[in-house]
């Protein structure tokens, strides 16, 4: 889940050096890394793209801090104490973590894993930093930027949902812009204008990626077959496949 706050230190940076994360091991699954300003309705939009698509997973981040009101364990997040997520971050198993005001957020590579290794595609929600050390250490992840429909759209949600002081909304404005000059490192870039059309282009995007991350193994199994189908008719194999010429 993206880290909320501005302060933050990401694995390899900082109080993190010595402790050098390694990326997941090969799976079959791919990993989509969503991105967006706070107040971009990226929760909505994952939600309703989940539904359409059922072989997606969410992955839930580890925190130190406590759980507010309405979150639970294991839905929201993992709740671990400041000991147990040390342990964690010494012992190699979070892809990326960071610290923001004083508290700590990580997505472990072990869900992960075993969740590619069963086949299914993954959406991490991470900020711009986590995402980028995504895509430094796994080589099947595709980056997804969402963006408000301008400048004034966002400041109204921010306003009108009524979570945040005045300060608050000032520095998740600060926050966008920074976070906007990021995007054009990213796969794909979504505006969530409409609702709807911004879950069937996310849920186009995961499709394309899907049946591009097969094409290798399609044709190798196509052509392997058409090859003994001809070997079976001709007697020999196809010139392009390295046999004697027609």
């Known amino acids: 889940m993206q880290h909320e706050g501005q302060e933050k230190k990401i694995l390899g940076e900082g109080v993190n050096e010595g402790r050098k994360e390694e990326g997941l091991k090969d799976g079959i699954g791919l990993i989509f890394v969503i991105s967006a300003p706070s107040g971009t309705g990226k929760t909505t939009l994952l939600k309703r793209v989940m539904e359409r698509l059922p072989n997606l997973r969410f992955s839930i981040s580890y925190t130190t801090r406590p759980p507010r009101a309405n979150e639970e364990e294991g839905k929201d997040y993992h709740f671990v104490s400041p000991a147990q997520f040390e342990e964690m971050v010494r012992s190699g198993a979070f892809l990326e973590w960071a610290e923001v005001v004083g508290n700590r957020y990580g997505t472990a590579k072990a869900p992960l894993e075993r969740l590619a290794q069963e086949g299914y595609d993954i959406l991490l929600d991470l900020d711009v930093q986590g995402a980028r050390k995504v895509k430094e250490r796994v080589e099947r992840s595709v980056l997804i930027f969402i963006l408000p429909p301008s400048y004034g759209a966002l400041r109204e949600r921010l306003v009108t949902r009524g979570l ?59 052509c392997g077959k058409w090859e003994e189908d001809y070997g079976k008719n001709y007697g020999r194999r196809l010139p392009e496949t390295g046999g004697e010429p027609l």
């Open 164 to 222: 945040d002081s005045p300060e608050v909304i000032r520095s998740r404005l600060a926050n966008a812009m920074g976070e906007l000059k990021e995007a054009s490192r990213y796969d794909y870039v979504i505006v969530n204008e409409s609702l709807e059309e911004a879950v069937e282009t996310l849920r186009s995007i995961i499709v394309a990626e899907r049946c591009r991350s097969k094409k290798e193994a399609l044709l190798r199994n196509y």
